[in-house]
């Protein structure tokens, strides 16, 4: 059993910055990990991941904003979020492909 602990959400205008992480309590070594996020009334949807070699991929909204990265040293995924729009506004949740594991969310909003 993997457990997922996101943390770093909070309240930010317009324009602003957060960096999310994602600790995981078992090596993330060889993993893909992704953020997905969920707002109020929609599905949730897949935000960015980080393969196993380290590539990364994202969603059309968010390319040139937001940043994937990992310390497998630390066990730890990370998402650097800059410009937020009030569009980002949601749950963002952590995923562990193999073994499909999620973490509990953290919610981020982004208003004036």
């Known amino acids: 059993q993997v457990q997922l602990v996101e943390s770093g959400g909070g309240l930010v205008q317009p324009g602003g910055s957060l960096r999310l992480s994602c600790a995981a309590s078992?090596?993330?070594?060889?993993?893909?990990l992704a953020w997905y996020r969920q707002a109020p009334e929609k599905q949730r949807e897949w935000v960015a991941t980080?393969?196993?070699?380290?590539?990364?991929n994202y969603v059309d909204s968010v390319k040139g904003r937001f940043t994937i990265s990992r310390d497998i040293a630390k066990n730890t995924v990370y998402l650097q979020m800059n410009n937020l729009k009030l569009e980002d506004t949601a749950v963002y949740y952590c995923?562990?492909?193999?073994?499909?594991?999620w973490g509990q969310g953290t919610q981020v909003t982004v208003s004036s």
């Open positions: 078992g090596s993330i070594r060889f993993k893909s």
């Open positions: 980080i393969s196993s070699s380290g590539t990364t």
């Open positions: 995923n562990m492909a193999i073994g499909n594991y």
